[in-house]
């Protein structure tokens, strides 16, 4: 077993996974993994710089993470910025940042790098590996594959600013990142120098989404066959809040959404839902953690968007994904 340490930082969110691995079976045993919004790309999108605000938000969870790390004795860290970091001009202060804290140097990876971990993270219980939660979908005999889920997969992870589509069974076929993401949405569409424009927002608003999500669409099936796609395997916060407002919890459980099984008909109510609420309305819904209330109604057009492109009857949700991806690529 090798503990090691992951570290993916996002344009919304900042998380860690401690763990113990074992390569030789494909275990993954979770110490600790944890999330903290910090909204790093606030305003990226329309200035192309990250915030002082922001970094400073980032940086201490770092601290804290720095603390955990070296509790638990991970023998090795991997650190990987997605979306903000990549896109910012000031970036180089992101990264002064990050080593000094935490000694390694964040890696501002690429989207197809980015759609490569999300694959692996998400589909290798899916593939034969045993870790926690697969269970929920009970093992076919000789396959590994878990019942009812045919191949190829597309995973789908949507960010804060971008999206990644990922197509394949045991190994990745065709991978392709996109500029759509609930926080990069929300701050195009929906706001205008931090203020709502509308509360809800209104049909011209949303039919704009649309269309943007749509022209992205088509940019990730000249690269990615969508159609082709058997399972739909969705990841990261925007499909799990959905999962979570689905199953009617009353809190997040991450143990009661991995591989759980969401319906488009209960995706698209829960998107008109989320569409036609005011910011104070989605507040009180339990399962909507407080730094993704205004971008969850976004991110759940995103999915819907993708659901009803594909003709997928239902998004099979992981709460593995591109963290665990890190966290193999370590071993």
């Known amino acids: 077993m090798k503990r090691i340490a992951a570290i993916d930082c996002g344009t919304n969110s900042i998380r860690l996974l401690v763990a113990d691995l074992d390569p030789a079976t494909g275990e993954l045993k979770d110490l600790d993994r944890r999330m903290t919004i910090v909204r790093l790309g606030q305003g990226v999108d329309r200035t192309g710089r990250l915030a002082p605000e922001a970094l400073e938000r980032t940086f201490a969870a770092c601290r804290e993470y720095a603390g955990i790390i070296r509790e638990l004795g991970a023998e090795k860290l991997r650190f990987v910025a997605t979306s903000a970091s990549r896109d910012a001009e000031n970036r180089d202060d992101f990264v002064r940042g990050v080593v000094d804290i935490l000694g390694v140097e964040p890696e501002v990876i690429t989207g197809d790098q980015e759609a490569e971990f999300s694959f692996t993270g998400a589909t290798k219980e899916l593939t034969g590996g045993e870790a926690a939660g697969a269970e929920r979908l009970p093992v076919e005999g000789g396959g590994g594959r878990r019942a009812g889920l045919e191949t190829p997969y597309l995973v789908v992870d949507i960010g804060g600013g971008s999206t990644e589509f990922v197509l394949g069974s045991d190994t990745v076929r065709a991978a392709r990142s996109v500029d759509i993401g609930c926080v990069r949405m929300t701050e195009r569409h929906l706001v205008r120098d931090g203020k709502i424009l509308a509360d809800p927002p209104g049909e011209e608003q949303i039919a704009a989404i649309k269309a943007d999500i749509a022209l992205t669409l088509d940019q990730a099936a000249e690269t990615v066959p969508l159609s082709e796609a058997r399972t739909l395997v969705g990841?990261?916060?925007?499909?799990?809040?959905?999962?979570?407002?689905?199953?009617?919890?009353?809190?997040?459980?991450?143990?009661?959404?991995?591989?759980?099984?969401?319906?488009?008909?209960?995706?698209?109510?829960?998107?008109?839902?989320?569409?036609?609420?005011?910011?104070?309305?989605?507040?009180?819904?339990?399962a909507i953690h407080p730094g993704r209330v205004d971008v969850i109604a976004a991110g759940a057009l995103v999915l819907l968007s993708i659901m009803e492109r594909i003709g997928a009857e239902e998004v099979v949700v992981s709460e593995h994904d591109i963290l665990d991806g890190i966290a193999w690529s370590c071993a």
């Open 235 to 286: 990841l990261a916060g925007s499909v799990t809040t959905v999962a979570a407002i689905a199953l009617n919890l009353s809190e997040y459980d991450s143990a009661a959404i991995h591989h759980s099984r969401i319906p488009l008909t209960q995706v698209r109510e829960i998107t008109h839902r989320l569409l036609t609420t005011t910011h104070e309305e989605r507040a009180k819904i339990p």
